[in-house]
């Protein structure tokens, strides 16, 4: 995703540079890629000049910072180049879930920070060539229900390539994306499927049907959450419409990589904990995941 934003800005004629991990993948991306992001989208693929630098090696103060990470590494990256951001920084966020948007628009201030929630496709083909999967819609806010957005920042992004709305309440749509999320992510994994096959399995729709249930029940009694309506009828939509698709979760198990739970259902467990509400649906599935997951360790 952060190829694709990187792609869509170098298209309206933002100076664009990439902040990697390692000097290693700085040179990776000098000699393999050129030193150019490909962007691919109905069958024709376009190259782009981008920059590439380390986070201590940035020099000059950031106007716009994209945060691309997984939402377990945001607030180390955030970390790694804070000598880089000033006041006038705008810090626009892309991470799934709400736990570490919350967290950093205490540390950082309301007013630099911006919170995404986009139905965009995207899937790296090869390092740096990025394809545009599917067209979707993107909704911008701030957290606190602020209807203002800076026009220096909606002026800097690319609105109607990724289909931009601002939105007043970017938080509940976080908190409803959240509740998706808890409900499909982690059980992909345990039952190794697509999503549509959640709900052709009989046993993981009757999970699908209990967890659904809990996070509705939660949501209800938290004072943070806004009020779900017809959970599974949402998620049921979501399943249909990416019955063919693994979700990002069982891909990152799939590969070794640390998952995104921690900032899904995880969270959820601890909201229900810290305030004194049933949340073991949640927790059984976090236990069988984590069970699984030192499992292929072992194997590994």
């Known amino acids: 995703m952060g190829c694709l934003w990187a792609a869509r800005l170098c298209q309206i004629g933002a100076s664009v540079t990439l902040v990697l991990r390692s000097d290693g993948d700085v040179r990776r991306f000098m000699t393999h890629a050129g030193g150019q992001l490909s962007l691919e989208e109905q069958d024709a693929v376009k190259h782009f000049a981008v920059g590439a630098s380390t986070a201590p090696e940035l020099s000059e103060p950031i106007q716009l910072l994209l945060l691309a990470t997984k939402a377990?590494?945001?607030?180390?990256?955030?970390?790694?180049?804070r000598h880089a951001i000033t006041?006038?920084?705008?810090?626009?966020?892309?991470?799934?879930?709400?736990?570490?948007q919350r967290q950093v628009f205490?540390?950082?201030g309301p007013r630099r920070v911006y919170c995404?929630?986009?139905?965009?496709?995207?899937?790296?083909?090869?390092?740096?060539?990025?394809?545009?999967?599917?067209?979707?819609?993107?909704?911008?806010?701030?957290?606190?229900?602020?209807?203002t957005i800076d026009a220096t920042l909606l002026q800097s992004l690319p609105i109607e390539a990724m289909g931009i709305t601002t939105d007043a309440d970017i938080e509940s749509r976080l908190w409803r994306k959240l509740a998706v999320n808890c409900a499909?992510?982690?059980l992909t994994v345990l039952y190794d499927c697509p999503?549509?096959?959640?709900?052709?399995?009989?046993?993981?729709?009757?999970?699908?049907?209990?967890v659904c249930a809990e996070i509705e029940t939660l949501y209800a009694a938290l004072p943070e959450t806004p009020r779900l309506n017809?959970?599974?009828g949402q998620v049921a939509s979501v399943l249909k419409a990416t019955a063919q698709n693994f979700s990002s979760t069982l891909q990152d198990f799939r590969s070794g990589k640390v998952s995104e739970l921690s900032q899904l259902n995880d969270y959820l467990c601890e909201l229900a904990r810290s305030h004194g509400r049933d949340c073991s649906a949640n927790q059984l599935i976090?236990?069988?995941?984590?069970?699984?997951?030192?499992?292929?360790?072992?194997?590994?």
């Open 116 to 147: 995404l929630s986009t139905s965009q496709g995207a899937w790296l083909r090869a390092p740096f060539h990025v394809v545009h999967a599917g067209s979707g819609e993107t909704w911008l806010g701030q957290l606190g229900q602020s209807d």
């Open 87 to 100: 006041p006038q920084t705008h810090i626009v966020m892309l991470q799934n879930g709400i736990k570490v």
């Open 184 to 186: 499909v992510n982690a």
């Open 230 to 232: 017809d959970l599974v």
């Open 286 to 300: 976090m236990q069988r995941f984590h069970a699984l997951n030192d499992q292929r360790k072992s194997i590994d």
């Open 72 to 81: 377990q590494d945001a607030e180390a990256a955030l970390a790694s180049v």
């Open 195 to 210: 999503n549509g096959e959640l709900l052709a399995h009989p046993q993981a729709r009757e999970e699908l049907l209990a």
């Open 106 to 108: 205490v540390d950082f």
